[in-house]
Each structure stands twice: as C-alpha cells, then as structure tokens.
C-alpha cells in the first residue's frame, strides 16, 4: 500500500511559479512510476506530467516548457515545478502512482493523492 499526500499549492498571480510536492509512504517508491495529473472545474482530468522510476520524463503539450518533473528517491517524493503560470493552469492537482509510465498516462494508477489547489490569477 502506498499513501500520496501532496502540497505546495496556492494562489499565485499569472507569471509566477509554485512547486508542488508528492510525499509517498512505503519503502517501494523508488518502483513506481510518478506523475501528475489537474482536473479544472467542470472539466475532465487530464495528465499533466510522468517520470519513470529511472527519471525519465514525459509532459502534457500544454505545460511543456514551463513545468519539470522530478523525484527525490530518498526522500520518497515526487516534485512538479511549475513557471510561467497561466490562469488557465488552475485546477486541483493530483498526484499518482503506478508500475508504469503508461499507467500514469492513461490514468490507471495504482495510487491517488487528495489534491492540491493552485490558482492563478490574472
């Protein structure tokens, strides 16, 4: 059993930048796949970035750019680092994980977080 819990967001004017943290329970995240997804009110999730369990990285065409995925192994946290935020980005953020980064992609993770608010304003 892994636990999520994400932090670091909040509302930040457009332009500016937040970076946002996954902490994961368990010995076994260094396994897992991470990624991190948003879901917008009244729209659906969406995938937003992925990175494998040796670092490699996958992002959405629409945050490309301006957030960067990373992990911390030894502190079993995965971070997204977010720039040049648009008031489109709001959304709650969610994290995942799963065995692969397809899982991740597709939304089929074995794991959720709770989510965490980012709001940008204009």
């Known amino acids: 059993q892994v636990q999520l819990v994400e932090s670091g967001g909040g509302l930040v004017q457009a332009g500016g930048s937040l970076r946002l943290s996954c902490a994961a329970s368990?010995?076994?995240?260094?396994?897992?796949?991470m990624g991190w997804f948003r879901q917008a009110p009244g729209k659906e999730r969406e995938f937003v970035a992925v990175?494998?369990?040796?670092?490699?990285?996958n992002y959405a065409d629409s945050i490309k750019g301006r957030f960067t995925i990373s992990r911390d192994n030894a502190k079993n946290t995965v971070y997204l680092q977010m720039n040049s935020l648009k008031p489109g980005d709001t959304a709650v953020y969610y994290c995942?994980?799963?065995?692969?980064?397809?899982?991740?992609?597709?939304?089929?993770?074995?794991?959720w977080g709770q989510g965490t608010q980012v709001t940008v304003s204009s």
């Open positions: 995942a994980a799963a065995a692969s980064p397809r899982a991740v992609v597709v939304g089929t993770g074995d794991y």
């Open positions: 368990g010995r076994t995240f260094s396994s897992y796949a």
């Open positions: 990175i494998s369990r040796y670092s490699s990285t």
